[in-house]
């Protein structure tokens, strides 16, 4: 689960992490109460939304010329002009796409003197199965450019789990950051927090992007980012007022209602697949033949009737799907309980598209003869390779 910048701070502040003071906008009237509660005379209007690249995104509605969607006002005036452009309107980033997201929030937010800015992020390294720091000096870029360009300039620092982020640990980052004075002596304190932060909370990343150090020599939080590991939401239910539906795919959603692993993709074969790796396996191969797939989706070993047909209808509400591919290995999950649940979405939601179904595993022959005796018009497929070639040549061939 992602959260917006104003949370995120709002946790971080909580645990002792230095941050400006700011105040959430989410209508014209809050504009006010932040102000008066903001001492100037600079302040940073700063678009809410679930995608990086606010600072050099464009929004739809306005010139191409106009300020993107993080912008420094040095007065009141200024403050409110930004809002008014700001909310409610489109915003285009290299991470939204070309669709965008609507501004739906704003964060009105103290200005900082800043001296210079650095990179940040906790997450969990899989080649060292451990929680680590990665550090950089060149804050506020892009931290894929930086890894590409000048990769000595990344510092990835692994943290042992029972020690926790020690003063060494500390001082390891301090120096990668080069760090002296008040900075440093801030440094030893920050790290070990927000890697507390990060476990306690069973974040799956924390991102500082910038970390400051202040001209008077001090560091501070400028610009959060934390996601949370959804298999721990159990362990935290305060938590669950942070989301925001309306930043997140409809269909996302509703996936999440019937325990379904759904990811929406840009493609326009949908995928209907059980067990994660089959799954992409399964996208890798509708992309080798030259198409697209529109959606990852994982229906798990343990799927019922119920959660097969509503799999289905999740993947026909997309319009971009052309076509739909049904693909299962029945290890767990039986071949003739996903035949049924297609059956039966399709009595419901109709089909309207061509449809592969390749089967195998348990109960295949009981399967096959369901699909086999109803009155749908499918495809099947004997083996993956096959299915994938006639899906793409379906919805009409490779692009």
């Known amino acids: 689960m992602n959260i917006h910048e104003y949370q ?99 964060y009105i937010e103290d200005g900082a003197d800043i001296d210079r800015e650095l990179y940040l992020s906790i997450l969990v390294d899989r080649e060292t199965g451990r929680v680590s720091f990665v550090a950089s000096t060149e804050g506020g ?52 927090i927000l890697y507390d932060a990060f476990v306690g909370y069973d974040m799956s990343l924390l991102e500082v992007n910038p970390l400051i150090v202040m001209t008077d020599g001090h560091l501070r939080v400028l610009d959060a980012k934390v996601s ?77 009737v119920e959660r097969v047909t509503a799999a289905f209808k999740i993947i026909t509400s997309d319009p971009n799907v052309k076509g739909i591919l049904v693909n299962i290995f029945g290890g767990i999950l039986r071949c003739d309980v996903i035949a049924e649940g297609v059956l039966k979405a399709v009595e419901e939601v109709g089909l309207k598209v061509p449809l592969v179904v390749r089967l195998e595993g348990t109960k295949v022959a009981e399967g096959k003869a369901m699909i086999d005796n109803s009155d749908l018009d499918v495809i099947s497929a004997d083996d993956l390779d096959d299915a994938a070639q006639k899906i793409v040549k379906a919805v009409g061939g490779a692009k």
């Open 8 to 106: 995120a701070k709002a946790l971080l502040r909580d645990c002792g992490v230095p941050i400006s003071l700011g105040y959430p906008v989410l209508s014209a009237e809050d504009v006010d109460k932040a102000l008066d509660a903001l001492p100037g005379p600079v302040y940073v209007v700063k678009s809410q939304i679930h995608a990086g690249g606010r600072g050099k995104g464009k929004f739809k509605e306005l010139p191409d010329d106009a300020k993107g969607g993080v912008r420094v006002s040095s007065s009141e005036d200024e403050v409110r002009t930004n809002v008014k452009e700001m909310l409610g309107n489109t915003l285009v980033t290299k991470q939204t796409g070309p669709a965008g997201k609507q501004v739906n929030r704003l």
């Open 141 to 192: 870029m892009d931290i894929e450019a930086v890894a590409e360009e000048t990769p000595e300039k990344i510092h990835t620092i692994a943290i042992d789990p029972e020690a926790g982020c020690t003063q060494a640990d500390a001082s390891k980052l301090c120096d990668a950051y080069k760090l002296d004075g008040d900075a440093r002596t801030d440094g030893m304190k920050l790290f070990p």
């Open 228 to 304: 949370f590991d959804g298999n721990a939401e159990f362990r935290h239910p305060e938590l669950a007022e942070l989301r925001d539906l309306s930043e997140e795919d409809e269909k996302e959603i509703e996936a999440s209602k019937h325990d379904l692993s759904y990811v929406a993709l840009d493609g326009d074969i949908g995928c209907m697949v059980n067990g994660a790796g089959l799954a992409m396996a399964t996208m890798d191969i509708i992309k080798l033949y030259g198409a697209e797939p529109a959606n990852f989706l994982d229906a798990g070993g343990g799927a019922t």
